[in-house]
């Protein structure tokens, strides 16, 4: 109950703090919707202040205070500016990432998978006050003497220690050179660490950005020069003096309010409540009140009008669950301010989370809408969003085409080829997929066979589904000559640049895509080492098998795998049998590493990656291009190719 008290108390002074900023700011520029961004920025001025500061100061006993002096006086038009805003800089920083903490304990946005990101924030506060306490030794002023002093005095309580550090502070001249070597050595080692977990703290954030909008950056960059030329950080009471007690220097309450603890209470006292408070802080994410049997560990959530479906994790909004898996997601703030990500749940139960009013209104919630970047899927549910047209990885257009060529690739499934009109050209991603237009409006969708650089012709592979209005009349009424308008392209289902072998799971058709994708990777030269496993029933439902195994021979990095689910005794079928993720998992004891691109039916896709993930593999190396077959979906522009057979 305290924990729920002291979260509502927050929460009411986040709510009324932004609702006052966006009317001041608006909601693209409120920087409570950007504390960990602008905390980012603060470190960049601090590295770029702190390189200034380094090349003109020295690490000699008296050369240390002297050469701050310099700094501070002689150039007080950048060196003194540049020391007043690495001063600032810093304390903003602690004061950033102090909200940043306390806005996400308040949202109770700290639990299930973000504990990570929480566990690392919590180090980061940590090792940004060392950095910033280590900072004032380096001055050599009368404060930095207290704050030596103090610092070894603490540490001397520590059965480690046992007395012996503050004897190198006794008296003037017990001091050398060799200190001032030390503390720089720290002072810059700790911004490379921090620099290291900062990367870390913002990998389980997808799409995250590292830098606040520009009116952000400039205004809080400005905010520190002004300061600096009003209030310049100049040192504190002389010189330090080993032979006197500090006394004339002006006391940081900001970042050295433990050292004023020692003074006033027992140190070992001191050390019980740092460790403590650390401790509890770590642990925050597993501590009561835990919110049991309120949702499932994780969730399917099929998102329209993509028609994908996407696994959530526990307490992941459906905004971060969405762009983890690049779905063109509409977003701005994502911090339940601006309403731009608001969408509609279709089946399913969905927590709204928290957010401001006017982002969403009591009429709008009444009608099932959310915001994704507040939402949370309690179980397996479908939402309907409007697309990111500028997220879409090429602009859609319409064309018409006429069909130049058939070819029956198999018993089932049909291959045509559509020409554009004379000097038109589709310019899509191996991956994606076109949505043909029927007579009556109605869309069916099927992927690019051909690889992006044949974009003077459209490669289709149709699949007859039984009673499928399309399909059906591919295969029956369909000739060389006839015009097909369609749409495109859509889709995220298409290679990542990077360095990962790379696992292609392909059911039945799904095949087409896999074609463009890896037809595409030979064109491009790329040398990953590539598997494409195809999973089928029977022999005759390797509608070209001839083709990847040409692949095969033609590339020392392309290896193919074909696995029958149900043959007969008459195939005579020495190849690989059963389910095709069941001979992935055979041949790769860890799938660690890898990148694994799944198509087929949504059927196959959720029963894969399950599979996958509890074997190594990780959710940001995975993707799918898997399709829904419920009434809605339907129709939501779900093809008849991409269905499960009925």
């Not at 994410?285 to 994790?313: D, E, I, M, Q």
């Not at 709204?352 to 209104?361: D, E, F, K, R, T």
């Not at 507040?374 to 602009?395: G, K, Y």
């Amino acid at each position: 109950m305290f924990v729920k008290a002291q979260q509502k108390v927050f929460r009411w002074f986040f709510m009324h703090a932004e609702n006052t900023f966006n009317h001041a700011f608006g909601e693209k520029l409120n920087p409570f919707y950007h504390l960990g961004t602008i905390t980012f920025w603060q470190f960049w001025l601090l590295a770029i202040s702190g390189l200034y500061l380094y090349i003109f100061a020295d690490t000699g006993v008296h050369d240390a205070f002297e050469s701050v002096e310099a700094i501070t006086h002689d150039q007080w038009w950048a060196g003194g500016i540049m020391r007043s805003v690495h001063r600032y800089a810093t304390d903003g920083m602690i004061l950033t990432m102090l909200l940043h903490l306390l806005r996400h304990f308040a949202y109770d946005r700290y639990r299930g998978f973000r504990w990570f990101s929480w566990v690392s924030g919590v180090a980061l506060l940590w090792m940004v006050y060392v950095a910033g306490v280590n900072g004032f030794m380096l001055v050599w002023d009368q404060l930095a003497q207290f704050v030596v002093v103090a610092v070894a005095e603490w540490f001397d309580v520590l059965p480690l220690f046992n007395g012996t550090l503050i004897r190198n502070f006794l008296y003037e001249g017990s001091v050398n050179s060799r200190l001032f070597t030390l503390l720089a050595f720290i002072h810059i080692g700790a911004p490379l660490i921090v620099v290291f977990v900062m990367w870390i703290h913002v990998q389980r954030v997808p799409k995250a950005h590292i830098n606040p909008p520009r009116p952000v950056a400039i205004a809080v960059t400005l905010m520190f020069i002004v300061l600096a030329l009003v209030k310049p950080v100049v040192s504190q009471g002389g010189e330090a003096n080993l032979s006197v007690v500090p006394q004339n220097f002006q006391f940081d309450w900001f970042e050295l309010p433990v050292l004023a603890l020692i003074y006033a209470w027992d140190p070992v006292k001191v050390w019980f409540l740092v460790i403590g408070a650390s401790v509890i802080l770590f642990l925050t994410p597993w501590l009561p009140p835990k919110r049991r049997g309120k949702a499932k560990s994780s969730a399917n959530v099929v998102f329209h009008p993509t028609g994908k479906s996407v696994p959530v994790r526990f307490d992941e909004t459906l905004l971060d669950a969405g762009l983890r898996q690049e779905l063109p997601l509409p977003f701005e703030c994502r911090n339940g301010g601006c309403g731009v990500c608001k969408c509609t749940v279709l089946a399913g139960n969905v927590d709204p989370g928290i957010y401001q009013p006017n982002a969403l209104s009591a009429e709008e919630r009444a009608q099932g809408k959310v915001l994704l970047c507040c939402a949370t899927a309690l179980d397996d549910a479908e939402i309907e969003f409007t697309v990111d047209e500028s997220r879409i990885l090429n602009p859609v257009k319409e064309y018409l085409g006429t069909v130049v060529e058939m070819n029956r690739l198999g018993h089932d499934v049909m291959g045509i080829r559509i020409a554009l009109p004379e000097g038109e050209r589709i310019t899509f991603k191996a991956g994606q997929y076109i949505n043909v237009i029927l007579e009556d409006g109605e869309r069916r969708a099927f992927s690019f066979a051909t690889p992006p650089y044949q974009n003077r012709f459209v490669e289709l592979q149709i699949r007859l589904v039984p009673g499928g209005r399309f399909t059906t009349h591919v295969f029956e009424g369909m000739r060389v000559g006839d015009t097909l308008r369609f749409e495109g392209p859509f889709g995220d289902f298409v290679l990542r640049e990077s360095t990962r072998p790379i696992l292609f799971v392909a059911g039945a058709t799904g095949f087409a895509p896999v074609k463009s994708m890896v037809e595409d990777a030979f064109h491009k030269g790329i040398r990953r080492p590539i598997h494409l496993y195809w999973g089928v029933r029977r022999p005759e439902d390797l509608y070209m098998p001839e083709l990847p195994t040409q692949w095969a021979r033609d590339h020392s990095n392309f290896h193919f795998v074909p696995v029958l689910s149900e043959p007969r005794p008459e195939d005579n079928w020495t190849g690989r049998t059963g389910l095709v993720h069941e001979a992935i998992l055979a041949d790769f004891p860890s799938l660690r590493g890898h990148e694994i691109y799944a198509c087929g039916s949504a059927r196959m896709v959720e029963a894969v990656f399950p599979r996958f993930k509890a074997q190594g593999a990780e959710d940001a190396t995975c993707f799918s291009d898997a399709f829904t077959l419920s009434a809605r979906s339907m129709a939501l522009q779900v093809s008849e190719d991409k269905a499960p057979p009925a």
